[in-house]
């Protein structure tokens, strides 16, 4: 009874707090999660905020959801000095992710096209992670690159 407790605590705190995106301006969204194990991986955390930013942009008006930014860390494991007593609590993984619904206004500047080369970067990101399928990758880089 005693391990079948500590697995439902563990798979109900790795699992996080979904909620909905946070509106930060306009058509622009944040998305935040923590782990609560020290299995987590931020990676992971922003794939999986990344398919709740498209399902969320596809349900409010069945635009694509666009990364501005994303960041997180690592969990990292607890520790305890010599004498046992807790040097260091653990901390689970995070991530955030910033985006957007649809896409945003053209700038016609040299920045905009380091800007460019910039979201194609977490674009590819996206797609080594597992948060976007090859098509989804496709399909962004083509209207980035305005193809």
């Known amino acids: 009874m005693k391990y079948v407790c500590l697995a439902a605590l563990l798979l109900v705190s790795s699992a996080g707090f979904a909620k ?3 509106q930060i301006g306009g058509d622009k969204y944040m998305l935040a999660e923590q782990n609560f194990t ?3 991986s931020s990676d992971r955390i922003v794939a999986k905020l990344m398919r709740q930013a498209i399902e969320f942009c596809h349900a409010k008006n069945g635009k694509e959801a666009i990364l501005l930014q994303s960041d997180g860390a690592e969990a990292v494991p607890g520790t305890i000095n010599n004498s046992g007593q807790l040097r260091q609590a653990a901390q689970g993984a995070t991530g955030t992710i910033y985006f957007q619904c649809g896409a ?11 800007a460019m080369y910039e979201n194609l970067a977490k674009l590819k990101a996206l797609l080594d992670s597992g948060a976007i399928t090859q098509s989804e990758y496709d399909a962004e880089k083509k209207k980035l690159l305005g193809n």
């Open 20 to 22: 909905d995106p946070t």
């Open 38 to 40: 020290i299995f987590g």
């Open 104 to 114: 945003s206004e053209p700038a016609a500047s040299a920045s905009s096209s380091a």
